[in-house]
Structure formats: structure tokens, C-alpha cells
Nanobody, 124 residues
Framework: QVQLVESGGGLVQPGGSLRLSCVAS????????MGWYRQPPGKERELVAT???????NYADSVKGRFTISRDNAQNTVYLQLNSLKPEDTAVYYC??????????????????WGQGTQVTVSS
């Protein structure tokens, strides 16, 4: 059973920084694209950033120049460095990954997995 576990959220003042981590564990043959999404209070979940297995990254316009996504393939981990945080960055941040795995000894297939979310609150 594949699991994604996020960490690193918390309360930070405007202008501050945080680093989020997400570790994938379980039966993993390979990990394709990984990414971060967020859901602000009362709003829909939205894309923050994605990164391919070849380290090509993509960002939402609202975070370009402030957030940086990276990954460590040896550790099955994706990171999100959040700098120059603003109150509007307040949200639950979710990790997402497209992982090749198998269930009950069946043939490997690609599935999309989500983490449980980590709260980021930006407030003075």
C-alpha cells in the first residue's frame, strides 16, 4: 500500500519561510510526476507546483518567484520551499504523486496518490 506523508506546515508571519516535505512509501516501482496543491479556507483545491521525473517544474502564477519545488528520487521525496509568504498563502497543502505500483501481486500500473495534507497559516 503506497502512502504519502507530508510534514513541515505551521504558523508563520508574513514574509517568512517554510519548507514542506512529502515522503512516499510502500511498494513503489517508479514515481512519475509529483506535485503540491493547496486548498484555502472556503475555496477549491488548486495547483501550486509540479515537477516531472526529469526535474521539469511548473508553478501557479501566484507563487512564481516565491516557491520552489524539488525532489529527491533516491528518497522518494518531494519538497516545497515557501518564501516571502503572504496571508493569502494560508491553506491546507497536499502532496500528489503519480506512482507505479501493484496491488496483491497484480501487474504494475500507474496510480495517483494524495497525502493527508499539512496546514500552512500565514498571519501576524
Amino acid at each position: 500500500q503506497v502512502q504519502l506523508v507530508e510534514s513541515g506546515g505551521g504558523l508563520v508571519q508574513p514574509g517568512g519561510s517554510l519548507r514542506l516535505s512529502c515522503v512516499a512509501s510502500g511498494t513503489i516501482f517508479s514515481i512519475n510526476a509529483m506535485g503540491w496543491y493547496r486548498q484555502p479556507p472556503g475555496k477549491e483545491r488548486e495547483l501550486v507546483a509540479t515537477i516531472t521525473s526529469g526535474d521539469i517544474s511548473n508553478y501557479a502564477d501566484s507563487v512564481k518567484g516565491r516557491f520552489t519545488i524539488s525532489r529527491d528520487n533516491a528518497q522518494n521525496t518531494v519538497y516545497l520551499q515557501l518564501n516571502s509568504l503572504k496571508p493569502e498563502d494560508t491553506a491546507v497543502y497536499y502532496c500528489n504523486a503519480n506512482i507505479r505500483t501493484s496491488y496483491s501481486g497484480g501487474p504494475p500500473s500507474n496510480f495517483r496518490f494524495w497525502g493527508q495534507g499539512t496546514q500552512v497559516t500565514v498571519s501576524s
